[in-house]
């Protein structure tokens, strides 16, 4: 069975939780326990801060 392999880094996901509010979840409980919504949230961070860094290039 072949690994799959995440696009964001560790450090990406835990830097979004942390800026979200939610590191304290993941730390006590796991990915599994941030909520669907807050998962979204942190896919939303994401793109922005690559569009971001996309025009300043």
């Not at 964001?8 to 909520?35: C, F, H, N, P």
């Amino acid at each position: 069975m072949a690994k799959n392999r995440g696009i964001m880094s560790e450090q990406l996901k835990y830097e979004i939780a942390r800026e979200l509010g939610v590191d304290q979840i993941v730390a006590s409980q796991g990915w599994g326990a941030v909520t669907s919504r807050d998962c979204g949230n942190m896919v939303s961070k994401a793109i922005q801060m690559a569009e971001k860094s996309l025009t300043k290039a």
